[in-house]
Protein backbone atom coordinates (compact mmCIF):
# COMPACT_ATOMS: atom_id res chain seq x y z
CA UNK A 1 0.00 0.00 0.00
CA UNK A 2 1.53 3.24 -1.01
CA UNK A 3 -0.66 6.31 -0.52
CA UNK A 4 -0.62 9.42 -2.28
CA UNK A 5 0.52 12.85 -0.24
CA UNK A 6 -1.47 14.43 -1.52
CA UNK A 7 -4.39 12.33 -0.37
CA UNK A 8 -3.10 12.05 3.27
CA UNK A 9 -2.93 15.74 3.31
CA UNK A 10 -6.41 15.87 2.92
CA UNK A 11 -7.55 13.84 4.86
CA UNK A 12 -5.41 15.12 7.72
CA UNK A 13 -7.24 18.93 6.77
CA UNK A 14 -10.26 17.30 6.91
CA UNK A 15 -9.85 15.24 10.44
CA UNK A 16 -8.89 18.67 11.82
CA UNK A 17 -12.45 20.32 10.50
CA UNK A 18 -13.78 17.63 12.76
CA UNK A 19 -15.04 18.18 16.73
CA UNK A 20 -16.08 16.37 19.44
CA UNK A 21 -19.35 17.50 18.04
CA UNK A 22 -19.44 15.83 14.89
CA UNK A 23 -17.87 12.70 16.40
CA UNK A 24 -21.02 12.38 18.70
CA UNK A 25 -23.57 13.43 16.79
CA UNK A 26 -21.87 10.52 14.10
CA UNK A 27 -21.92 8.09 17.43
CA UNK A 28 -25.79 8.55 17.65
CA UNK A 29 -26.16 8.32 14.17
CA UNK A 30 -24.63 5.19 14.17
CA UNK A 31 -25.76 3.80 17.26
CA UNK A 32 -29.63 5.11 15.86
CA UNK A 33 -28.89 3.07 12.34
CA UNK A 34 -27.70 -0.23 14.72
CA UNK A 35 -31.07 0.14 16.78
CA UNK A 36 -33.33 0.54 14.44
CA UNK A 37 -32.30 -1.73 11.81
CA UNK A 38 -31.37 -4.78 14.88
CA UNK A 39 -35.19 -4.24 15.25
CA UNK A 40 -35.97 -4.81 10.97
CA UNK A 41 -33.98 -8.27 11.51
CA UNK A 42 -35.51 -9.07 15.00
CA UNK A 43 -39.22 -8.15 14.14
CA UNK A 44 -38.60 -10.39 10.43
CA UNK A 45 -37.19 -13.77 12.33
CA UNK A 46 -33.74 -12.61 9.99
CA UNK A 47 -30.63 -14.62 11.49
CA UNK A 48 -28.73 -11.26 11.61
CA UNK A 49 -27.54 -8.19 13.09
CA UNK A 50 -25.73 -4.67 12.59
CA UNK A 51 -22.32 -4.43 14.47
CA UNK A 52 -20.25 -1.68 14.49
CA UNK A 53 -18.90 1.55 16.90
CA UNK A 54 -19.28 4.82 15.89
CA UNK A 55 -19.90 6.00 12.42
CA UNK A 56 -18.77 2.58 11.19
CA UNK A 57 -21.10 -0.89 10.74
CA UNK A 58 -21.29 -4.10 9.14
CA UNK A 59 -24.47 -6.85 8.60
CA UNK A 60 -23.39 -10.20 9.66
CA UNK A 61 -25.57 -12.61 9.08
CA UNK A 62 -25.97 -14.38 12.54
CA UNK A 63 -28.16 -13.97 15.37
CA UNK A 64 -25.46 -15.23 17.90
CA UNK A 65 -23.56 -12.70 19.90
CA UNK A 66 -20.68 -11.18 18.24
CA UNK A 67 -17.60 -11.04 20.66
CA UNK A 68 -14.62 -10.97 17.78
CA UNK A 69 -14.28 -11.50 14.12
CA UNK A 70 -14.40 -15.41 14.55
CA UNK A 71 -17.76 -15.51 16.07
CA UNK A 72 -18.80 -13.23 12.80
CA UNK A 73 -17.95 -15.69 10.34
CA UNK A 74 -18.73 -19.17 12.27
CA UNK A 75 -22.50 -19.02 12.40
CA UNK A 76 -22.95 -16.74 9.56
CA UNK A 77 -25.76 -17.96 6.89
CA UNK A 78 -24.09 -18.46 3.32
CA UNK A 79 -22.85 -15.86 1.79
CA UNK A 80 -25.29 -16.02 -0.54
CA UNK A 81 -28.11 -14.71 1.68
CA UNK A 82 -26.04 -11.97 2.12
CA UNK A 83 -25.19 -11.21 -1.52
CA UNK A 84 -29.04 -11.22 -1.97
CA UNK A 85 -29.72 -8.88 1.05
CA UNK A 86 -26.52 -6.82 -0.83
CA UNK A 87 -28.38 -6.52 -3.81
CA UNK A 88 -31.57 -6.00 -2.79
CA UNK A 89 -30.63 -2.93 -1.00
CA UNK A 90 -28.75 -1.40 -4.15
CA UNK A 91 -32.44 -1.87 -5.55
CA UNK A 92 -33.19 0.68 -2.98
CA UNK A 93 -30.49 3.01 -3.69
CA UNK A 94 -28.45 1.78 -0.53
CA UNK A 95 -24.85 1.26 -0.73
CA UNK A 96 -22.73 -0.68 1.22
CA UNK A 97 -19.97 -3.23 0.68
CA UNK A 98 -20.74 -6.23 -0.41
CA UNK A 99 -19.81 -7.61 2.25
CA UNK A 100 -22.21 -5.98 4.69
CA UNK A 101 -19.54 -2.78 5.31
CA UNK A 102 -20.84 0.72 5.68
CA UNK A 103 -20.18 3.78 7.42
CA UNK A 104 -22.10 7.05 7.65
CA UNK A 105 -20.89 10.62 7.48
CA UNK A 106 -20.85 14.46 8.24
CA UNK A 107 -23.44 15.17 6.13
CA UNK A 108 -25.79 12.51 6.65
CA UNK A 109 -28.79 13.18 9.53
CA UNK A 110 -31.65 11.29 10.82
CA UNK A 111 -33.13 11.76 7.38
CA UNK A 112 -30.74 9.24 5.64
CA UNK A 113 -30.78 6.66 8.73
CA UNK A 114 -34.83 6.29 8.33
CA UNK A 115 -34.11 5.72 4.32
CA UNK A 116 -31.37 3.19 5.45
CA UNK A 117 -34.42 1.47 8.05
CA UNK A 118 -37.06 1.66 5.30
CA UNK A 119 -34.41 0.15 2.56
CA UNK A 120 -33.42 -2.48 4.87
CA UNK A 121 -36.79 -3.36 5.90
CA UNK A 122 -37.99 -3.55 2.33
CA UNK A 123 -34.95 -5.61 1.32
CA UNK A 124 -35.30 -8.06 3.94
CA UNK A 125 -38.91 -9.21 3.37
CA UNK A 126 -37.90 -9.78 0.01
CA UNK A 127 -35.23 -12.76 1.10
CA UNK A 128 -36.38 -16.15 0.56
CA UNK A 129 -37.52 -18.20 3.33
CA UNK A 130 -34.70 -20.00 5.40
Keep these: ?22 YERLDNLGHRLRTRSNAVFRDAGESAQIT ?24 ATASSRMST ?21 TPMSNVEIDRFVTALHQSVALLPSS
Design 1 to 22: FSANPLTMVAGLAAMEQLTHQH
Design 52 to 75: GDGSVFRVVMTADPIIDYRSSVLG
Design 85 to 105: LHHNLLERGVIIHKEGLGCLS
